[in-house]
């Protein structure tokens, strides 16, 4: 039986944790993707958004655009990470979500989600909006388990024209 999320904790990123979410994004981007995506789409999404230098220039907050790295820990490990910000007014976006692969499906990709919602909450948001690759059924599958649905579909960040990737924008009202 899995083991429950009750003794994770999701904080705040600082620096220290930069390279524990670089390891871990770029680990659980490459995994999840492999069998959906091209390998130089990979390869080039993990250096734009996940190497080291990147996360050190995101790990603090920016907002209301940006609210910060947060990630989730337990017994000292980090586990996961996610983040997100205000799109408008009242649009808030999730910009990611990443959990080590071995500790999927116990609650904790949940409470990553409910910290980023509890900041676009905070900050006026009454939607939330969310990008995934179209075709990745366990990203859709988590998101619609969690009340989001697909709105329309958009070409990939980082999508070149010889690539054709598209994404599926998800959103969810917020009460
Ligand atoms: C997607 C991810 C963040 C989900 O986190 P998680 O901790 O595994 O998910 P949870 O245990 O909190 O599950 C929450 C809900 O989503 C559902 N869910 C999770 N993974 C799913 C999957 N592969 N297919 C269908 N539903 C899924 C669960 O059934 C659960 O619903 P329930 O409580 O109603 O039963 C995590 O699996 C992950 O990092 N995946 C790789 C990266 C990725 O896909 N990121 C998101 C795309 S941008």
Redesign the pocket.
């Known amino acids: 039986m899995p083991r429950s999320s009750l003794t994770a904790e999701v904080r705040e990123a600082v620096e220290t944790d930069v390279a524990a979410i670089a390891r871990i994004c770029s680990t659980?981007y490459r995994?999840?993707y492999r069998d959906l995506l091209p390998e130089g789409y990979i390869e080039r999404s993990v250096v734009a958004f996940y190497s080291e230098p990147r996360i050190a220039r995101d790990v603090a907050p920016s907002p209301p655009e940006w609210f910060g790295y947060q990630v989730v820990e337990e017994d000292g490990r980090l586990l996961?990470a996610a983040g997100g910000g205000m799109s408008g007014p009242a649009s808030g976006e999730l910009s990611?979500?990443?959990?080590d692969s071995a500790e999927?499906?116990?609650?904790?990709?949940?409470l990553?989600l409910e910290r980023v919602t509890g900041q676009i909450r905070a900050a006026g948001g009454t939607e939330m909006w969310?990008s995934?690759f179209l075709g990745?059924?366990?990203?859709i599958?988590?998101y619609r388990?969690?009340g989001f649905e697909p709105i329309e579909t958009v070409r990939a960040t980082l999508s070149r024209t010889d690539d054709h990737i598209s994404a599926l924008r998800m959103r969810r009202f917020l009460p």
Request: glycine share 24%; hydrophobic share 40%.
């Open positions: 659980s995994d999840a996961g990611l979500i990443y959990l999927r499906g116990r609650g904790l990709g949940t990553l969310v995934v990745d059924r366990a990203g599958g988590f388990a969690r």
